[in-house]
């Protein structure tokens, strides 16, 4: 089947201690991307990769980041996690590069900072 | 530097109403998408709307495009309780090529039976 996988789905940690969200999908999609999720303020796009060792900023990358060694997975990195980061974390991946190519999102990740 | 907004926010309404919901942009964006989330779900794409006057219909969601006003529309017909759900609008703005999306609030429907 088809899919983008995320894990851990829950997770609760505390500040400053490193972790790592890993996303994986089974579709060959070139570009991935990571989003978090606040209420009222829709989604917001961390990073993106257009492909393998590419990676590049969105609009809220500051304490986040990311890697892209195999085309299938693209792990996002929190450093030091802080309480402004307890959000929705959802992984997306599509296709390529074409105007009409679809995102496919994966089932989320909720985080809780203490 | 493109902002969306949607409007309204929160809808309730009937079950065979129509109703529309509101995407517009600050500026150019390539292209303007819809989602939708279910509560606790994740979200799944509905329609990619890419030239002025673009216009999609899955069932009874369609959904159009007008680049110099900008503003997209998704237009509900004869609503269902299974159309209950979170949908949002995406934008692409032209300068980031085909690699950045900017996402609305969303706008929370619920219909009632």
């Known amino acids: 089947e088809a899919q983008v996988t995320q894990n851990p789905r829950y997770l609760i940690t505390v500040t400053g201690k490193k972790l790592t969200v890993t996303c994986s999908q089974n579709?060959?999609?070139?570009?991935m991307s990571w989003y978090r999720q606040d209420p009222g303020l829709g989604l917001r796009q961390i990073y993106y990769?257009?492909?393998?060792?590419?990676?590049d900023k969105g609009d809220v990358p500051e304490g986040y980041k990311v890697s892209r060694k195999e085309k299938r997975n693209f792990p996002l990195i929190l450093e030091s996690p802080s309480p402004n980061q307890t959000s929705l974390y959802f992984c997306?991946?599509?296709?390529?590069?074409?105007?009409?190519?679809?995102?496919?999102f994966g089932p989320g990740t909720r985080l809780t900072v203490l | 530097e493109l902002k969306v907004e949607q409007n309204p926010l929160f809808l309730s309404m009937q079950e065979g109403k129509n109703y529309t919901i509101y995407c517009n942009y600050s500026?150019?964006?390539?292209?303007l998408y819809w989602y939708r989330q279910d509560p606790g779900k994740s979200l799944e794409s509905l329609f990619v709307?890419?030239?002025?006057?673009a216009v999609k219909q899955e069932g009874r969601l369609m959904a159009s495009l007008d680049t110099k006003a900008r503003l997209s529309t998704l237009h509900i017909t004869a609503a269902v309780h299974d159309l209950s759900a979170t949908y949002f609008c995406?934008?692409?703005?032209?300068?980031?090529?085909?690699?950045?999306?900017?996402f609305g609030t969303g706008t929370r429907l619920k219909v009632l039976a």
């Open positions: 579709m060959n999609h070139e570009y």
């Open positions: 997306a991946s599509r296709p390529g590069t074409s105007l009409t190519d679809t995102q496919y």
């Open positions: 995406a934008g692409s703005p032209s300068t980031s090529g085909t690699y950045k999306y900017i």
């Open positions: 990769s257009m492909n393998v060792e590419v990676t």
């Open positions: 500026t150019t964006s390539d292209r």
């Open positions: 709307l890419l030239s002025n006057g």
